[in-house]
């Protein structure tokens, strides 16, 4: 762990090195590695062919978004550095042999904390005017994870794609009348991921392949890459406290090697880094060096003799701010923090309603009538009952979800379930 934070260090410093060559025209857009290594000719062509997606799609989506302003902006420089980062991590493919999984861990950080940085802006924006396209990115961006599914990695983007389409139908329906930037936003985004899906189609069918000539990559090879003058993007802006770690998954044609490479993005916030974020207690603070202060109260106890969080903790603070709720919004019903409550149902519903449900616990609504769509966000052990929805039920971040569609059936019939659909026959009499 030792070489490990001292050659971190040394890329810290060569980083900012090249941050001082690069002019103020890389800086605005930072979308120049293309042009800059084709004219020395010394990049694999998979790699232009990614500078050209940067200097492409990426480059339209980031036009789009500063035009928009605002949040969406802000996150929008976040993807660019996250392309930026994957760019990084193609060329050293091209150059070195593939490493042992401990270095690989290394070598795949730099991606996972920009893919955790876009998540944990939306989740800390959920009240922002323009949530739907912070959700539409997040949803999405898991697909730079591709470089580590095999042997098909072109559909894994594709489902990100298709995440991403049902929050970007949304900025359609509220923006197409009104402001056609929001539709040309929508466009420019979704290009992205068809271009990806092409390039990888093209480049990388069956997963990425190292090079066979050089030398085995290693957090050394990081360092050489940056030192050795190649057009790398600038540094991206501090991180955002770290969220939930994106998760890489596939339905098929996965072994074991590749589950625990895709696994990797889950553990790369672990470390000795997790020790930074600490204060210093100056003497003055210190109840067993100030006689004052135990004079105030009882000492203060070690955290090391109690495990038990105390009411005042992080994890048990939402619980006390937030008082649950179950109320209709304009034309979205907002059930949120409802905790062991099986009573909870919903009468007065429409076609144009839609449901939001977030961070309920041990509890069962009922939805009456039809409605359009339902989105389940963050709950815990949550039933859900409802008659019919025009779009779909989406299930978010949730774990042990009961969902189930109630038919109406004649009582003088018999109706059973086929497994498809309801056959319904007279009942028999017998006297």
Not at 230 to 236: E, N, R, S, V
Not at 302 to 313: A, D, V
Request: proline share 7%.
């Amino acid at each position: 762990m030792a070489e490990t934070q001292v050659l971190m260090e040394r890329l810290e410093k060569a980083v900012i090195r090249l941050e001082s060559l690069f002019s103020d025209s890389h800086r605005s857009t930072g979308m120049e590695c293309g042009a800059v290594n084709g004219v020395n000719g010394g990049v694999a062509p998979y790699v232009e062919a990614f500078d050209r997606l940067l200097n492409g799609s990426v480059a339209e989506f980031l036009r789009n978004s500063k035009i928009l302003e605002g949040d969406v902006k802000i996150h929008a420089e976040m993807v660019r550095a996250a392309f930026q980062a994957q760019r990084a991590f193609l060329l050293l493919v091209s150059q070195y042999q593939e490493p042992q999984e401990s270095e690989m861990a290394v070598l795949l950080k730099p991606i996972s904390d920009k893919i955790q940085e876009i998540q944990t802006f939306r989740e800390r924006n959920r009240g922002s005017k323009m949530f739907n396209h912070l959700s539409a990115v997040s949803e999405s961006i898991p697909a730079l994870g591709w470089i580590t599914v095999s042997p098909k990695p072109g559909p894994y983007v594709k489902e990100m794609n298709d995440a991403a389409t049902f929050y970007t139908n949304r900025v359609l329906k509220d923006y197409k009348n009104s402001d056609l930037h929001h539709v040309d936003w929508v466009k420019s985004y979704l290009n992205i991921w068809t271009e990806l899906q092409a390039y990888i189609k093209e480049h990388h069918t069956t997963g990425l392949t190292w090079s066979k000539t050089g030398p085995t990559a290693s957090t050394g090879s990081v360092l050489s890459t940056l030192t050795s003058g190649q057009c790398l993007p600038p540094p991206p802006p501090p991180p955002l406290p770290p969220g939930p770690p994106p998760v890489f998954d596939t339905d098929s044609g996965k072994d074991e090697a590749t589950t625990s490479r895709s696994a990797l993005f889950a553990q790369l916030n672990q470390g000795e880094a997790i020790t930074k974020g600490l204060r210093h207690v100056s003497d003055d603070l210190k109840t067993h060096k100030n006689p004052n202060l135990r004079a105030q109260g009882p000492p203060v106890r070690s955290p090391t003799k109690s495990h038990t969080p105390s009411p005042t903790s992080p994890k048990n603070s939402p619980q006390q701010i937030h008082s649950p709720l179950l109320e209709l919004e304009g034309k979205k019903w907002r059930v949120e923090y409802q905790e062991d409550k099986n009573d909870l149902v919903i009468t007065d519903t429409e076609l144009k309603q839609v449901a939001y449900i977030f961070k309920c616990n041990k509890s069962t609504l009922q939805m009456k009538g039809k409605i359009n769509s339902i989105t389940i966000d963050n709950c815990r052990k949550f039933g859900l009952v409802f008659d019919n929805v025009v779009g779909i039920v989406e299930v978010i971040n949730s774990r042990d979800i009961q969902i189930q569609k109630e038919f109406p059936v004649p009582e003088q019939f018999k109706t059973a379930w086929d497994g498809s659909k309801l056959v319904t026959e007279p009942a028999e009499i017998v006297g």
